[in-house]
């Protein structure tokens, strides 16, 4: 049966009958489809049963059905439709309560005007105290650097690439660098410092630093090495994800030919997708390798 006629087959039903169908014809079992889409079997059994309540927000029980629909060769736009049509839990009504829609509809009342009286009188006193103060002394600004350590010495020129207080230096240039500042010491600049290189926090030891650039929509999975989800979002067009955990990362993206990859700050390749599909799925390790 194609997966039209199975979706025609559940008419206003969800998508589950169809994904059901689909697996048993392959002759999987529940538990093998849960280990190859690196979920729970729980969240495969809402899937085939339209409970669509356990996968939590409409996002991310889309982005299961696609990926459940592409290992079983099923049209995504299909279940889609099949899951908006009669699959997608209702929207529910906020209830507001009576007590608090009660004091809405209450006229509000005039809040008092001391805390205005006492900053007045506090912004007056201090206006007062300020025109004391300039009226007895006066406005003074800070005297110059020059004019009140006298006249500072004429330095000579120093040549492009003579070392200050070196023994190509000038001595003039060295003594009003030592009256100056005696204490003063002139760090070198760190050589081969490049100025357009990526500035990025260090990573920790068996971290590894993921960015993911999105030219077109698509969902993204990421687990790190002990199993948690770092990312498990709907990214849009045009948007990034950034993280750095610890390695090795099972990286699971939805469309991967609209997705660039980014290890530790160095571009990286995405695997090969088979023929006809859309769905990466590879390891980072911890020296930034893909697999």
């Known amino acids: 049966m194609s997966a039209a006629e199975a979706l ?22 529940r538990q093998q489809a849960a280990e190859h889409l690196n ?19 409409p996002v991310f029980a889309k982005g299961h059905l696609r990926r459940y629909g592409a290992m079983l060769g099923l049209a ?37 005007r001391w805390p205005w009286l006492a900053g007045s009188a506090l912004l007056f006193a201090l206006a007062a105290g300020v025109a004391a103060y300039l009226g007895a002394y006066g406005l003074r600004w800070p005297a110059a650097a020059g004019e009140s350590a006298g006249t500072a010495p004429e330095v ?46 260090p990573v920790p030891p068996g971290h590894v630093r993921v960015r993911l650039a999105f030219v077109a929509d698509s969902w993204a999975e990421v687990y790190d090495g002990s199993g948690q989800a770092v990312l498990y979002d709907l990214a849009r067009a045009g948007t990034q994800r950034s993280i750095a955990a610890a390695a090795p990362l099972s990286v699971t993206i939805g469309n991967a030919p609209a997705v660039t990859l980014a290890v530790n700050g160095r571009t990286a390749t995405l695997p090969a997708v088979p023929g006809g599909g859309t769905v990466a799925r590879f390891r980072i390790e911890a020296d930034g390798t893909v697999r």
Not at 89 to 103: D, E, K, N, Y
Not at 158 to 184: E, F, H, I, M, N
Request: cysteine-free.
């Open 8 to 29: 025609a087959a559940a008419e206003g039903a969800g998508p589950g009958p169809a994904l059901r169908r689909a697996r048993e014809a392959r002759g999987l079992t």
């Open 39 to 57: 979920l729970d079997v729980a969240m495969v059994e809402a899937l085939e049963l339209d409970d669509f309540e356990r996968l939590g927000a």
């Open 76 to 112: 995504g736009d299909e279940l889609i439709a099949a899951y908006e049509r009669g699959g997608a839990p209702p929207m529910v009504p906020v209830l507001v309560p009576r007590a608090r829609a009660r004091q809405d509809m209450m006229p509000a009342r005039n809040r008092p």
């Open 156 to 201: 000579e020129p120093v040549a492009p690439g003579t070392r200050t207080g070196g023994a190509d230096a000038p001595a003039a240039v060295t003594a009003a660098a030592a009256q100056a500042s005696p204490d003063a010491t002139v760090q070198p600049a760190p050589a081969g410092t490049d100025a357009g290189a990526e500035s990025a926090a």
